[in-house]
């Protein structure tokens, strides 16, 4: 916790994303949070990050975790190095927010929540869709009997071009190798797990398609 000022010190790790810009006004306007570090292998992204918010850069998680003393891990790497960025973080006593999916493979989602448990830290996602007002409600609804039986579900999502992740210097998510996958881990897990909040129920089967809606 930063000292004197009753804030937890968050460091980003990983800016190779499209969210660790997305995420500052939020750090920024919760009275809780400062963000006072980030890491990243490409020292340019380190640079333009600390000239825009004034943050301690660091190329190597190990450096950041030597010399900061940090309460939260935002964690925005390739799927393929969540793990062990997240069990290092855990092991230092540093609680962590992995951004979903939180890992390439099931194993490797196992290995963080595995070192989150051993070490007493929380962890947790981005699966923001809950807290929407209108998912509240239908929540409600379907517990209460309102909707009736409930026999199947489809669900869509807008998420622009593959050229974006390219332009957020995030071309790793159109790797499978260190992305774990295509859209359905990247976007498609928001409606997993959304499923299973409003239904309180697991998810048996799926199954998804891709339709070209745009002409570029």
Not at 149 to 178: F, T
Request: aromatic content about 6%; overall charge positive; hydrophobic content about 40%.
């Amino acid at each position: 916790m930063a000292k004197g000022s009753g804030k937890l010190n968050v460091g980003i790790v990983g800016l190779g994303h499209l969210h660790p810009r997305l995420y500052m006004p939020l750090f920024e306007n919760c009275r809780h949070t400062k963000v006072v570090s980030v890491c990243e292998s490409n020292s340019k992204l380190v640079k333009a990050f600390c000239d825009d918010y004034g943050t301690n850069g660091y190329t190597t998680i190990s450096n950041m975790l030597r010399t900061e003393e940090l309460d939260i891990a935002a964690i925005f790497l390739p799927h393929v190095d969540c793990a062990n960025a997240g069990v290092a973080c855990a092991k230092k006593g540093i609680h962590l927010m992995v951004e979903k999916p939180i890992a390439e493979s099931s194993r490797s989602a196992a290995r963080i929540v595995k070192a989150a448990k051993a070490n007493k830290v929380k962890l947790t996602t981005g699966y923001c869709w809950r807290m929407h007002p209108v998912v509240v409600e239908i929540k409600k609804l379907i517990e209460k009997g309102v909707l009736g039986r409930i026999v199947g579900v489809e669900g869509r999502i807008a998420a622009g071009g593959v050229d974006r992740y390219v332009r957020g210097n995030a071309g790793w998510m159109l790797q499978k190798a260190k992305s774990g996958g295509g859209p359905m881990y990247n976007l498609g897990v928001h409606w997993i797990d959304l499923l299973r909040y409003i239904f309180s129920d697991e998810v048996t089967e799926a199954c998804g398609r891709n339709v070209k809606v745009n002409t570029k």
